[in-house]
């Protein structure tokens, strides 16, 4: 179709970060103006530099902002626009504001109101799912929801029951019960959950697939009747019931499969009346038989994986199916090509069960983008990832002929990725992308726990080399800016004030401590002729040299140790030295003076400091020892950085001296 026949010129989009602006992209390349709306903590987000307009609507937290259905409709008045994309999350299933949408005049990207509704409880889908003849997991979905009916029903289907909320989603309000004994426990439990989450503690109960896979199915529907699938995304390996690396097509589903997949999926669109982007969730047990689990009534995050295999853009679709346009292919013209991958860049500690993190990314640097390889950020480097939102830094996704081409793809592109600030799961995704089960696509949902000994290694010291290349890296940066210096200088420069350590007639050696986490590693450095060191930790002895180079804006250290060539990127901040290599990466530390240390410990005993960056919600603190508190440095509802010392207090020893 051609563009010039596209008769929406102005939208808005009602969300922030990558979603804003991925469809602005899109937009763009049709000629369409994009309107953003954005809240006082992302009034310098990289979504409203894109936009052509953009307008505040209030303060940081989403109640007050992205999710104010009035605020946003207001804009979309004063800005003319004449549809509203909701991306994913805020109120993109929200059956409320598409109706509000429709009221207005507004077009709302997306499907009815009425499918919205259908699909967003449970026990409604699950009946309209199973009269449609889709494959529907055995369960009671009925309204009598007594302790003594939910647990007849769990008896009646067979141990281990999954216990879920009707409203539920993103693992919320969601328990398993294996056996009678324990299922009341685990239904109070969801129903707490449940009612905290979605202000409804209606449950359904559902037979438990052990060990199942995470299927799920791309559809579109248009204005005229029409459904097509574009085959189906694997999303199996979660972390607290949230997916973190996709795949399309599924590893191991034969073509047979794969078609029933799809048939049944259109079939779930069909029974809704359909229109605009969705997908059908199902999970797949060991045998390959599938049952129909929920359906998500807006564009996936996981979208781009399915463009890359179909060679499509969704969010253009989006836009010509909801200006009323027929599906721009049929599904006999829509054809599987080659494999792709999205793994899931977030600011987390999966070392500290996948805890949120917020914090400035001080430095962030990217494999470049090309043909075969998508960068889905919301952020750049110098901005903040904010503690009121998703802690999803970005989406890396690559395509190549074949699974073991691009799992390569991605794993190289990983290594390419590196982010300094802030506490991230790249090196968790390297570990998880190479593992042997997975490389061989034995996935499911189970799978992080089941392998968590492999996935989570007891961590080792870093390498004598490593250290050296730090150690020099250090060295290196001290002698540009010596070297800076000397050449700002209108003085004659001394030789005795150089810090390349060369002396006339005397062979220099220097003292150099490293942290290797708490360790302190103590270097023995020697100056040679020609710009070598001779480096000794405890009774190993290296020769090493080498130079910064700075690339594309890049800094790189080069580095030969023993006669091992290496190249490495090298980033010093924050007293901290930072080294990203083709295999790996290294942190190593820089003692705080003593004079500073101490005066930065306080408060820093266990118990008494922020464990992420968050809002205090409430005061529980555990003191390490007795003691007095002298100040408690933050009330309810401030905003506190991880590591920030919540409280100080003296301990009774230090009072008594």
Not at 485 to 494: G, V
Not at 602 to 618: D, H, L
Request: aromatic residues 8%; contains cysteine.
């Amino acid at each position: 179709l051609a563009w010039k026949c596209f008769w929406v010129k102005h939208i808005l989009i009602a969300n922030r970060g990558e979603i804003a602006c991925r469809v602005m992209r899109t937009a763009k390349k049709m000629g369409v103006k994009s309107v953003a709306v954005y809240s006082e903590a992302d009034r310098n987000s990289m979504h409203v530099a894109m936009a052509d307009e953009a307008f505040c609507i209030g303060p940081a937290p989403s109640q007050q902002s992205y999710l104010a259905m009035e605020k946003i409709i207001q804009v979309a008045r004063v800005s003319a626009a004449q549809a509203v994309h909701p991306g994913y999350g805020f109120l993109s299933e929200n059956t409320e504001f598409a109706e509000l949408c429709k009221q207005e005049g507004i077009i709302f990207i997306g499907p009815p109101s009425s499918a919205i509704r259908d699909m967003g409880i449970k026990s409604t889908s699950k009946a309209i799912m199973s009269a449609a003849g889709v494959p529907v997991v055995e369960g009671y979905h009925g309204e009598d929801q007594s302790d003594e009916c939910l647990k007849d029903h769990a008896k009646r289907i067979g141990y281990p029951v999954m216990i879920k909320a009707v409203r539920g989603g993103g693992g919320k309000g969601m328990r398993i019960a294996h056996s009678e004994k324990e299922f009341l426990d685990q239904l109070e439990s969801a129903r707490r959950e449940a009612k905290k989450s979605f202000n409804d503690d209606a449950m359904l109960i559902e037979k438990f697939v052990d060990n199942p896979r995470h299927v799920e199915v791309q559809v579109f529907g248009d204005q005229h009747g029409n459904a097509v699938h574009l085959f189906e995304r694997d999303c199996s390996v979660q972390r607290r019931h949230q997916k973190i690396i996709e795949e399309a097509p599924g590893p191991g589903i034969n073509s047979e499969v794969r078609k029933r997949l799809g048939e049944a999926a259109v079939k779930a669109a069909k029974a809704v009346n359909y229109v605009g982007a969705g997908t059908v969730e199902f999970i797949m047990d060991s045998r390959h038989n599938f049952y129909f689990m929920e359906m998500n009534t807006r564009l996936q995050v996981e979208h781009p994986v399915t463009e890359m295999i179909t060679g499509t853009d969704l969010v253009e679709w989006q836009l010509r199916v909801a200006a009323g346009e027929k599906l721009p292919l049929m599904q006999e013209e829509i054809l599987l090509r080659g494999h792709a991958f999205e793994a899931r860049i977030y600011a987390e500690d999966p070392n500290n069960n996948f805890m949120p993190g917020a914090g400035p990314l001080l430095h962030l640097s990217t494999p470049p983008p090309d043909s075969f390889t998508r960068i889905e950020t919301g952020v750049r480097q110098g901005d903040e990832v904010s503690v009121h939102y998703d802690p999803m830094i970005a989406k890396l996704v690559v395509w190549a002929e074949d699974r073991q081409a691009a799992l390569r793809k991605l794993r190289y592109s990983l290594h390419r990725y590196n982010i300094v600030g802030l506490s991230t799961n790249i090196d968790f995704l390297l570990s998880l992308s190479g593992h042997p089960q997975f490389e061989a696509g034995n996935v499911h949902t189970n799978f992080i726990p089941q392998h968590h000994d492999e996935l989570f290694p007891t961590k080792k010291a870093t390498p004598p080399e490593v250290m050296c290349q730090a150690a020099l890296g250090l060295i290196l940066k001290e002698k540009m800016q010596t070297d800076a210096f000397r050449d700002q200088s209108d003085d004659k420069f001394s030789p005795f004030a150089s810090s390349t350590g060369r002396r006339i007639n005397i062979c220099y050696t220097r003292k150099l401590s490293l942290l290797d986490g708490e360790n302190v590693v103590d270097i023995a450095v020697s100056y040679n002729q020609g710009g070598s060191y001779n480096m000794q930790i405890q009774d190993k002895t290296f020769l090493i040299s080498g130079e910064i180079v700075n690339e594309d804006d890049t800094v790189y250290l080069r580095s030969s140790v023993n006669g091992t060539v290496c190249k490495s990127r090298l980033v010093i901040l924050d007293n901290t030295i930072y080294l990203f290599f083709p295999e790996g990466s290294a942190q190593v530390g820089l003692p705080v003076p003593k004079y500073l240390s101490a005066v930065s410990s306080v408060g820093m005993q266990s118990g008494a400091v922020a464990p992420m960056t968050g809002t205090v919600e409430k005061h529980t603190i555990r003191a390490p020892k007795a003691g007095v508190i002298k100040k408690v440095n933050f009330q309810e509802g401030a905003q506190a950085n991880r590591h920030a010392p919540l409280v100080e207090f003296v301990d009774e020893e230090a009072e008594s001296k």
